[in-house]
């Protein structure tokens, strides 16, 4: 799985949308609803978010260059 900066995720009843992506560590904001932006921002590790990615799916590809 390819993760970039700026991926929107779509898990369950909430949407998932990266902030900041580094080599071991990732920072997201878990939302209820995309259009008002508010939510709040969580950093974990990349093993945790890719757990917690399992199951969702991808709403719209980054137009940012990814990071492997």
């Known amino acids: 799985m390819k993760l970039c900066q ?4 779509k898990s369950g009843k909430e949407y ?3 902030v900041r992506l580094e080599r071991l560590e ?7 609803n995309l259009g008002n ?17 399992k199951g969702a799916h991808l709403l719209q590809p ?6 492997l």
């Open 6 to 9: 700026g991926q929107v995720w």
């Open 16 to 18: 998932i949308r990266i």
């Open 26 to 32: 990732v920072e997201y904001k878990s939302m209820p």
């Open 37 to 53: 932006k508010e939510g709040t921002k969580v950093v974990t590790s990349k093993k945790d978010f890719c757990r917690l990615l």
């Open 62 to 67: 980054a137009k940012t260059a990814c990071v």
